[in-house]
Each structure stands twice: as structure tokens, then as C-alpha cells.
């Protein structure tokens, strides 16, 4: 037996031992589903579902994560939480209660690491503000969760994409850890056509709820929350927007005060109560004190005016690149970022299935902070030039 074929046999050794090993309500990795049927992957020795854990990794958009808003942009702070460290938090937080509840892990890191590639600069305010701009060019609203699909599945790789499983990419599309809920049960049965179907319906209605397909896409929705509810209110207590004693003293009581504490009390709470369970839920108490919480940090933490000051000047800033881009597609403008550093390679059928407006839609979105601050001094700001002659 040569080395390949061991690593093989070893592979599919850890695929039989999943079924005796896993809950009977996780998904197993032979359970993946691609559009394409590629061969090295059948046959090498990485399960599928670590196939797409990788692949996200070593995507360009997961790179872009280092320098993208999650709560606070425009502040020098380097304790600040930034989109790389929450998505890093998520997956360490899901994959522990995946162990815990026996599921597959590989599949819950894989979405984990995806979950957030849609992200514009400049976290929630960015994608609404892109949100508006899309509605006003005809093409629908914008939104992060859709976009990360779009992203690995049809932009990455100059518009190859990177042939994900549909268990993964149902797993991001359905993440939405803004929305509460004490429980989720996994809407089984799914097909890459019931995912796009799904995506056009919630693109026609930012509101619509949809739930993923596994155990394991539903851990990682509720890991999303865990991870983010107790991290912004330290950041929040360090950016002096509010203080520990502001915390409703309910929840307090039932979750802690800090975000240790939190995640803490919320991780033991939801596996105490999905265990051996076909769906993962809090307790009445724990989703309760965890809806104020929510309330309380929308209040006092992201609707604060403190981090508004600068919306104005962002959303300015916004529209006019947006509209920048669009005239030079519209003009023909190759010598135009958009041509040089976003279209230039990619396959032909990216531009012919997506209007212009879309291509702007997804070039800006793909941007970090500091990208989008420079294109913004590059075309928007009057140069000095040192002479006329």
C-alpha cells in the first residue's frame, strides 16, 4: 500500500467511524453535496466537509477579514474587535458545543469561517448603506448573508468559485445570529435549488427567517449571538459608551456581567437543553435574559449617536464611489479600479449574468476598511499637484 492509498484508508476509516461516533442528528461527512463531483476530493485524504473548512481559509475574501468593521470603525483602538477575531470566537465557541452535543465539527468550522465573508466595510452600517444604493440601481437589497454565498460560490477565483458543499453554504446563507431565537430545528431535505430559491425570496424580503438544513449550521446561528453579545459590550465598556453597573440587572442576574460569564452560562445552557435532541435550544430563563440583552445593546451600544458621528461622511463617501464605478462601467473605463483589480481575469460569464450595478455591488462589498478609504482619497479627494508645468 502506498502512502496515498493509506491516507485513504485512514480517510475513510474516520468516515465509517462517524456514524458509530456522531450524534444520530449530526450530518455526516459522507452526506456532502456538491454541484460538482470532483474526483481528487473523493479519493484524497481530507473528509468533505474539511475539504470546504480549507478552501474558506485559504480564500482571498477570508484574508480581507483582517481589516473589516465588526461594531466600531474609524477607531484607534487595538483592542477592539474586528471581524477576523469574531468569526475566529464563533467557531471556537460552536465547535466546542458541537463537541459537546456530538456533531460534526469539521462541517460546523467550515460554516464558521464562511459565515462573514459577505461583510461590507464597515460592519452593519456599511451594509445598509450598500443595501439603499442596490435598491435605488433596481437590483434588490443588499445583504451579508447572501453575499458570502455568492462570494465563495460564484466570485472567488476570478468566477470559478470553490465548489463548497451545500450543507456549508446553507450553513452561512442561514447563520443571521442578529435575528433571536430560544430554539432552532434544522429544515432538513434541502437541494441547491431550495437554496436558491431561498436566497431570491429573502433578497425580495430582508425580514424572512430561514433556517439551515443541519444540527450543526443551527449551532453555529446561536454560537454567532454567544459570540458577539458579551464582546461588544467589552468593547463598549472600553470605548467609555456605557458601564458594567448599565447592564439590566435581570440579566446580570442570569447571565453575568462580563463576557466571559456570558459565554459561559450561554454555552453550558444550550447544551444542557439540546442534548441528545434533534434541535438546540436555551432555556426559557437563558433566551429570555439573552433577548434583553440584545435590546440593551441595540439601545445603548449600536444605535448610539457617539459611534454615528461619522455615518454622514461614510454613506457620502458610499454613493459617490458607488456611482464612480458605475459610470466607468457604464463608460467603458478600463483603466478603472473596477476593471483592473476586480474584472481583470474573470470568467466572461460573471459579466454577462450580472448587471453593472451588481459588479459594483460586489466589488465594494469585498473591500476592507482601509481599502475603501483609500479608493475614496484616490478618486474622490482633489489632488495637489506640485507643478502645472
Not at 467589552?234 to 458601564?243: C, N, V
Not at 464612480?324 to 454577462?352: H, R
Amino acid at each position: 500500500m502506498n502512502e496515498s492509498e493509506l491516507l485513504y484508508k485512514i480517510r475513510s476509516d474516520l468516515d465509517v467511524m462517524e456514524e458509530d461516533r456522531l450524534s444520530p442528528f449530526a450530518c455526516l461527512s459522507r452526506q456532502a453535496v456538491r454541484k460538482r463531483e470532483e474526483e481528487e476530493i473523493n479519493q484524497g485524504h481530507r473528509q468533505n466537509f474539511s475539504v470546504d473548512a480549507d478552501r474558506i481559509l485559504h480564500s482571498l475574501a477570508y484574508s480581507r477579514y483582517i481589516d473589516k468593521t465588526q461594531v466600531f470603525y474609524l477607531i484607534k483602538n487595538d483592542h477592539i474587535t474586528h471581524r477576523v477575531l469574531h468569526v475566529q470566537l464563533v467557531s471556537k465557541i460552536a465547535r466546542t458545543v458541537g463537541r459537546l452535543l456530538m456533531l460534526n465539527e469539521d462541517l460546523i468550522e467550515a460554516i464558521a469561517l464562511g459565515h462573514d465573508i459577505g461583510h461590507t466595510p464597515f460592519g452593519h452600517d456599511g451594509e445598509k448603506l450598500l443595501s439603499a444604493l442596490c435598491e435605488s440601481h433596481n437590483i434588490g437589497g443588499f445583504l451579508h448573508n447572501i453575499q458570502s454565498v455568492r462570494f465563495l460560490q460564484d466570485i472567488e477565483r476570478k468566477g470559478r468559485g470553490w465548489n463548497l458543499s451545500l450543507q456549508v453554504l446553507d450553513g452561512i446563507f442561514c447563520h443571521n445570529g442578529e435575528l433571536h431565537n430560544q430554539a432552532l430545528e434544522p429544515l432538513k431535505n434541502k437541494s441547491f435549488q431550495t437554496l436558491d430559491e431561498e436566497m431570491i425570496r429573502r433578497g425580495e424580503d430582508l425580514s424572512l427567517d430561514v433556517w439551515p438544513m443541519t444540527l450543526e449550521g443551527c449551532v453555529v446561528r446561536m454560537a454567532d449571538t454567544i459570540s458577539y453579545i458579551g464582546r461588544d459590550i467589552e468593547d463598549a465598556i472600553r470605548l467609555r459608551l456605557i458601564d458594567r453597573g448599565d447592564l439590566p440587572e435581570e440579566c446580570r442576574r442570569i447571565l453575568g456581567d462580563t463576557n466571559g460569564t456570558i459565554v459561559y452560562t450561554l454555552v453550558e445552557d444550550l447544551v444542557a437543553k439540546s442534548l441528545d435532541k434533534s434541535s438546540v435550544s436555551f432555556s426559557i430563563e437563558v433566551g429570555e435574559a439573552l433577548r434583553q440583552l440584545k435590546n440593551f445593546n441595540e439601545e445603548y451600544i449600536y444605535s448610539n449617536k457617539k459611534i454615528k458621528e461619522q455615518t454622514y461622511q461614510i454613506k457620502l463617501m458610499f454613493e459617490l464611489l458607488f456611482e464612480k464605478y458605475f459610470s466607468d462601467l457604464q463608460t467603458g473605463n478600463e483603466n478603472s479600479d473596477i476593471f483592473m483589480e476586480f474584472l481583470d481575469g474573470m470568467k466572461p460569464e460573471y459579466s454577462e449574468r450580472t448587471p453593472a450595478a451588481g459588479i459594483v455591488r460586489d466589488f465594494i462589498a469585498g473591500m476592507t476598511d482601509e481599502y475603501f478609504l483609500n479608493q475614496c482619497q484616490k478618486h474622490l479627494v482633489p489632488q495637489t499637484k506640485s507643478s502645472l508645468f
